[in-house]
């Protein structure tokens, strides 16, 4: 795993100290070695994370005849083939490096070489004759890819933070951001959290001559149902995810695995068996899922290696994670999957994980529809409406909530994995200067009109697949491993393997009242014992709703929201009676809160010349 930065400017010559700064403010990617190229118009840093080849691979690499200069950061599985492939068109390699197969791919089949990639990757080439620059990012977005036009000025990087030191980068927030922000809980909008910087979507590609960016898609989601026993289709899913298990394994150190008491790092782990695994857990009884996965790691005879966090780690460590996640980032599972990542970063390199088999398989209880609910929309759309009018009126009781969703397409109710604050509530706590008159169903819209003609199940998934995924999943595992120096594959998330999870009709997924995903679950029958088979999804469960109602916390949440500095951005009074009614029991409030705060400390570390005189805050970088 690496990272990459630069700038290009055609006005005047790049100034190497900026360019050594901005490769410097990334270093967590790549501790193994550094690599500068700077010419009349370009300049590119790279920091290496040495897995394959460790003697060669040096980056910025340049073709054999000099043209082209490719900066990456990912891992392409199917090199070894892909090189074949090359050098039965006559290309010469001097590395056994995939950074190699994919400069050459480039000289050969030009911007196609993205559809033949098996792997995560975010990559830059520039064409030295053409002063052009190319860039592209993997179909799920697994790796990051920023870039941002400033007058003259093109960057282009792994994390904004490598933009910053760049006198020529305007630092600024975007305002609109924020709003958005509230309700999903992550940054939400193609801009980023900096105004005028945005993130290169997955399964596209960016093209940077004569001073203009053209964008351009090479991959969409697509879900195509087609009709198999489920036996057979288990047996498919074993096998393709087997094989793919066995790619990310291609390394040269050593691998291990992340696991925590549910079916999708168990089945990983099962199927790579790695010498070692890491779990991390909370003292609080319900927040803990090590005993799991000890108790698995015993039956399959590996080593497992576990954390316990305490309360007073998780609070000192915000403003770390709220440096490394580049954008503010409300996602409490982010915490504990920093201190998994340091311990894991004490032993190996490379690890594999289990994010995305909920997004392809549909695993969340989310996308489950109780039979009751199915019944009740079977009745007119205009006596459901007029039941929904009538309880929304009422006081709150039990059903209500029932009877108002019933009432809704899809595209009107769902707005993801996480739900904060919905569009009134946001307009009410933000000041006059950061509402918005857009809601979160124009963000949603164009994915759900991408699909209109699909069932809701499908429907979920594609915005999931979109957003979720990419903005908050997998930002936050690439940003939390990386502040280690380690390297995440995502076997789930893998193009053969999508293949096959396209072809599950949505009515093959689910199974009685709460089961999930039922085919995976089918296919990890002879992989793992009974009772982790049907394991409900749990992910990382943290206690911030307990630690909201103890003094010290409440004080210390309290003391963030009063400072001068918030008024700029949200109704103070708003924010502590949030507090108030969740630390005396009224209301779970914890969700909302978390959201605001973490906004207020990313602000706090990235924009400190703004907030008065707050006390810096603790960063360990």
């Given at each position: ?25 990334i270093r967590h990617r790549g501790p193994d070695e550094q690599g500068h190229y700077v010419d009349t118009c370009c300049a590119i840093a790279h920091r290496r994370l040495s897995i394959i080849d460790l003697a060669n691979g040096h980056q910025p690499m340049t073709s054999p005849d000099g043209r082209y200069v490719l900066a990456y950061n990912g891992e392409i599985y199917n090199f070894l083939p892909l090189r074949e492939e090359l050098e039965a068109a006559g290309h010469q390699f001097t590395t056994h490096s995939d950074t190699e197969v ?508 703004r907030c008065g005189d707050v006390p810096p805050l603790t960063v360990q970088r």
């Open positions: 795993m690496c990272g990459f930065t630069g700038f290009l400017s055609y006005s005047s010559p790049p100034s190497e100290g900026a360019l050594a700064a901005m490769g410097d403010a994919l400069l050459h791919g480039y000289m050969e089949w030009g911007e196609g070489v993205t559809a033949r990639l098996r792997g995560m990757f975010a990559f830059v080439i520039w064409d030295r004759e053409k002063k052009e620059l190319f860039g592209a990012r993997d179909p799920f977005g697994i790796k990051p890819f920023y870039y941002a036009v400033m007058g003259d000025l093109f960057f282009f990087g792994s994390e904004v933070k490598s933009f910053l030191p760049h006198p020529g980068f305007r630092k600024e927030l975007n305002a609109e951001a924020l709003k958005f922000y509230l309700t999903f809980q992550y940054s939400a909008l193609n801009e980023s959290f900096f105004k005028g910087v945005y993130r290169l979507l997955p399964g596209h590609h960016l093209r940077w001559s004569n001073g203009r960016v053209t964008l351009g898609s090479y991959h969409t989601f697509q879900f195509q149902p087609k009709p198999m026993p489920l036996e057979q289709r288990a047996e498919q899913i074993r096998q393709v995810i087997s094989q793919s298990v066995q790619a990310h394994q291609i390394s040269d150190v050593e691998v291990g695995a992340f696991l925590s008491g549910g079916i999708d790092s168990s089945v990983i782990t099962a199927l790579s068996k790695p010498d070692k695994t890491y779990s991390v857990g909370f003292e609080h009884k319900g927040f803990d899922e090590t005993g799991e996965a000890k108790a698995l790691c015993q039956e399959l005879g590996l080593k497992n290696k576990s954390k316990t966090i305490t309360a007073e780690e998780f609070f000192q460590a915000l403003p770390t994670i709220q440096y490394f996640a580049d954008e503010p980032n409300a996602n409490l599972s982010t915490v504990p999957l920093y201190f998994l990542s340091q311990l894991a970063a004490q032993d190996v390199k490379v690890v594999l994980s289990g994010e995305g088999s909920d997004e392809l398989f549909g695993g969340y209880i989310t996308y489950h529809t109780t039979k009751p609910f199915r019944a009740y929309r079977k009745l007119p759309l205009s006596a459901r409406k007029a039941v929904a009018k009538w309880a929304a009126k009422r006081r709150a009781f039990k059903g209500q909530g029932f009877l108002i969703k019933a009432a809704q397409s899809v595209d009107e109710y769902f707005v993801g994995q996480a739900f904060i604050f919905d569009n009134d509530e946001a307009q009410r706590v933000l000041t006059p200067a950061y509402r918005s008159d857009l809601t979160w169903h124009d963000v949603t819209a164009p994915y759900f009109d991408a699909v209109a003609d699909a069932d809701d199940l499908t429907k979920m998934q594609y915005l999931d697949l979109h957003m979720w995924q990419p903005l908050d999943i997998l930002r936050k595992a690439d940003r939390m491993t990386m502040a280690h120096s380690l390297e995440l594959r995502v076997p789930y998330l893998d193009r053969e393997v999508w293949e096959v999870a396209r072809a599950i009709p949505s009515d093959q997924k689910m199974r009685g009242k709460s089961t999930t995903k039922y085919p995976l679950r089918v296919a990890a029958v002879p992989l793992l014992p009974d009772d982790w088979v049907n394991r409900p999804k749990v992910g990382f469960p943290v206690p911030f709703i307990n630690w909201m109602r103890e003094e010290k916390y409440y004080t210390w949440a309290k003391d963030l929201i009063n400072q001068d500095y918030v008024a700029e951005f949200f109704d103070q009074s708003y924010l502590l009676d949030l507090l108030e009614r969740h630390y005396t029991g009224k209301e779970r409030t914890h969700r909302k809160l978390y959201t605001v705060l973490s906004f207020l400390i990313w602000y706090q570390v990235y924009f400190p010349e």
